[in-house]
């Protein structure tokens, strides 16, 4: 086979055509697309490091954060429990001195309940021991006992101060009407006498007595002369030894209250 010089040169010129009009029209702008196309995944990548750069701070600055938070939840809740557990321990402490001064209002309240009480069933005991004493004493009146009431009189009226004596002998003589008395029982000549010479050895002078009977009195005698009265009764007697008993039991919660403190 022959070989036209002529085709081949025009074939290679060709050849040569193509390659030039491909690169001029085909690899350049396939080339800067390529380029621009790694420009943008490159300032992508960068963007993507930028925004995991802030990312990753802005979870450490969330970390710290919330460390920090719980530091002072921690914080708090510490404090807040110390503070309950004092106002609980307050609250007990105020709950147990209510409780002892409740306590001991209440045991004073009961004491003194009970006292009353007691001083209560004593006198009223003591009343109705006496009004007994005294019903036995008017039952049982005979002259054996109306001889012991004259003998108390008379004894009552020597036993007289030296100033009620000097008190009843004025008021005797500033007025000498009858001195008046009065007894329970019939006073027979012989008492009448003894009580007569009784008050002259006060006075000096022998009085003028009315005897009268009083039956109010029990198993007793009053002497009156010009208003001055001396008397002796049972009952006289009986409420004496009542005020005492009275006072005795009046005064002895004391002393045991002054014992126990």
């Not at 002892?100 to 309240?109: G, P, Q």
């Not at 069933?121 to 039952?139: L, M, S, Y």
């Not at 108390?152 to 100033?163: P, Q, T, V, Y």
């Not at 009156?224 to 008397?231: F, L, P, V, Y």
Request: charged letters at 30%; aromatic letters at 6%.
């Amino acid at each position: 086979m022959e070989i036209n010089g002529f085709i081949v040169a025009a074939q290679i010129i060709n050849f040569l055509i193509l390659v030039w009009l491909l690169k001029k029209f085909l690899y350049k702008p396939i080339l800067k697309a390529v380029e621009e196309r790694e420009k943008k995944i490159v300032a992508r990548l960068k963007e993507a490091e930028a925004i995991k750069a802030e990312a990753e701070k802005e979870q450490a600055e969330f970390i710290q954060k919330n460390e920090a938070f719980e530091q002072e939840k921690q914080a708090l809740m510490s404090a807040f429990t110390t503070e309950t557990n004092e106002k609980r321990q307050q609250l007990l402490e105020e709950a147990r001195h209510d409780a002892e001064v409740l306590r001991d209002n209440l045991k004073a309240v009961l004491a003194e309940a009970q006292e009353s009480l007691s001083r209560e069933i004593r006198q009223k005991a003591q009343e109705e021991i006496f009004a007994i004493a005294r019903k036995v004493f008017t039952e049982l009146a005979s002259t054996e006992l109306e001889e012991q009431a004259v003998a108390a009189f008379i004894r009552k009226i020597n036993s007289l101060s030296g100033e009620e004596k000097e008190q009843f002998n004025a008021l005797f003589k500033e007025n000498c009407q009858p001195v008046k008395v009065h007894s329970a029982f019939l006073l027979n000549e012989k008492q009448q006498t003894e009580i007569v010479n009784a008050v002259s050895q006060i006075t000096g002078i022998r009085p003028q007595c009315h005897f009268e009977t009083s039956p109010h009195l029990v198993s007793g005698i009053e002497l009156i002369a010009n208003g001055h009265k001396i008397d002796w009764s049972i009952d006289e007697y009986l409420h004496s030894l009542q005020s005492a008993i009275t006072e005795t039991i009046k005064a002895k919660p004391e002393a045991d209250k002054d014992a126990e403190e």
